[in-house]
């Protein structure tokens, strides 16, 4: 079945650090891939998606690319603030007729001042 | 501006006794879902609604139950609580069936069952 893998957390990071956070996935056929971000407290909230191959997806300085060929969709942003620190989680469509999302476990990201 | 909201926010109840999870959304979105979000799980699809009178198991249904009278509420029953369920519950809704994906999430509820 479908499913996403991200990379463990914590993450943490200086502030102006540079930012990855690995996901990858298992799908079959062509499903959309997204980034939510859950600040502390709150619900999730969508930070960016692609709905195909070579995409990239975009959002408050974070970005992330649909690799078909090595099945990923890392975040990544070149320089992090502390009011980026949340929880960020990779997710996929079920595709065809269902707005069914599959999530990753999440990946903590701390940035200190 | 149109919400969605989930109700108590926070709840401590015995294990057996019943307890229901308020969502109500004014967005009038036809598709509305419940998660579990558990340390080291993410998030997990509990049941879902494509609409009135609609509803579908998720991956971890069991001791869970739906009900959808109506567009803006998908209120989700816990039979007979169990520790198992101590949990937070996020409410999300969508607009349409399509796989666009974008879901908005209410504030979650936090439910303790000792």
């Known amino acids: 079945g479908n499913s996403v893998t991200q990379m463990e957390g914590p993450v943490t990071l200086s502030e102006e650090a540079f930012l990855t956070i690995n996901c990858t996935y298992t799908?079959?056929?062509?499903?959309?891939l997204f980034w939510y971000v859950q600040y502390p407290g709150e619900g999730l909230q969508l930070l960016l998606k692609a709905t195909k191959a070579d995409d990239k997806g975009s959002n408050k300085g974070f970005e992330a690319t649909y690799r078909k060929e090595t099945t990923s969709f890392h975040l990544e942003k070149g320089s992090v603030q502390v009011s980026d620190s949340a929880v960020y989680f990779c997710?996929?469509?079920?595709?065809?007729?269902?707005?069914?999302?599959?999530f990753g476990t999440g990946t903590l990201l701390a940035v200190q001042p | 501006d149109a919400e969605i909201t989930q109700s108590p926010r926070h709840k401590i109840t015995e294990t057996g006794r019943q307890v229901t999870l308020a969502c109500h959304q004014t967005w009038n979105h036809n598709n509305m879902f419940w998660y579990r979000q558990d340390l080291g799980h993410g998030l997990r699809l509990i049941h879902y609604s494509y609409g009135v009178h609609d509803t579908n198991k998720g991956e971890v249904s069991d001791g869970y139950s739906v009900s959808r009278s109506n567009t803006e509420d998908l209120p989700l029953t816990l039979e007979s609580a169990a520790s198992s369920q101590t949990s937070v519950y996020f409410c999300?809704?969508?607009?349409?069936?399509?796989?666009?994906?974008?879901?908005?999430f209410g504030e979650g509820s936090r439910l303790t069952v000792l």
């Open positions: 997710a996929l469509s079920g595709g065809g007729a269902t707005n069914k999302l599959i």
């Open positions: 999300a809704s969508s607009p349409d069936r399509g796989g666009t994906g974008e879901l908005f």
């Open positions: 799908a079959t056929g062509y499903p959309s």
